[in-house]
């Protein structure tokens, strides 16, 4: 799908991938890129239709398990970018995500060998402000969602830099000026927030374990 040499074939060319990591670049300039990169991932959404009934389980295990600590962080970094941007997707498109996510983990599980009983439910409402973030944290202390919204406010534009600065001591961090720098700098020119990935997993289910 792609012809830059040395870069694997995927949606995105090496160019590519830089130029909408740029934050100096917008790509409001370029519609082109962007129908492109539409028609890449409607195209890949339906590769996945086919992929899933029929690529073979040691294919798979090639990909998601081949013993290399660090070939397996970045697939399972890479695993949860995808879910995050296929669950954006059904949050636009209003789709059933509870529904969604039980039906394909089950289904998943029975194909790998394995009964699974999931009951997902979400509680949805508006974004806090920063000042409510900060005043939530004084009363709860730190939780799940926390770092989550934490890199929210840090990537959004003209955020209160005294109400994150108390918000990065409440959660205990100390950081150096030039940690502090960096922080400042991380406010700009992208979509959305970076997700917080954790790649060393252990997680020991029936008669399999994967690490």
């Not at 086919?50 to 970045?74: H, I, K, N, Q």
């Amino acid at each position: 799908m792609t012809e830059d040499a040395g870069h694997p074939a995927g949606l995105l060319t090496d160019a590519e991938a830089e130029q909408l990591a740029d934050a100096e670049h917008s790509l409001a300039d370029d519609p082109e890129l962007r129908a492109q990169i539409r028609t890449r991932l409607r195209a890949t959404l339906q590769d996945c239709s086919v992929l899933y009934p029929t690529l073979p389980e040691e294919d798979l295990a090639a990909v998601f398990a081949d013993g290399r600590p660090e070939r397996t962080a970045e697939v399972r970094a890479n695993t949860q970018d995808a879910l995050g941007l296929l669950t954006l997707g059904m949050l636009i498109g209003g789709d059933m995500i509870e529904t969604r996510l039980q039906d394909t983990i089950r289904s998943a599980g029975v194909s790998y060998g394995e009964e699974i009983k999931i009951d997902v439910e979400l509680y949805r409402g508006p974004l806090p402000s920063i000042e409510e973030f900060a005043a939530r944290i004084r009363k709860e202390g730190l939780n799940e969602q926390t770092f989550e919204l934490f890199e929210h406010f840090l990537q959004t534009p003209n955020t209160n830099a005294a109400v994150l600065d108390d918000i990065v001591e409440l959660m205990g961090m100390e950081l150096t000026p030039a940690e502090k720098k960096e922080l400042d700098s991380a406010r700009k020119g992208l979509e959305r927030s970076p997700q917080t990935v954790v790649t060393d997993i252990s997680f020991i289910g029936g008669d399999r374990e994967s690490q």
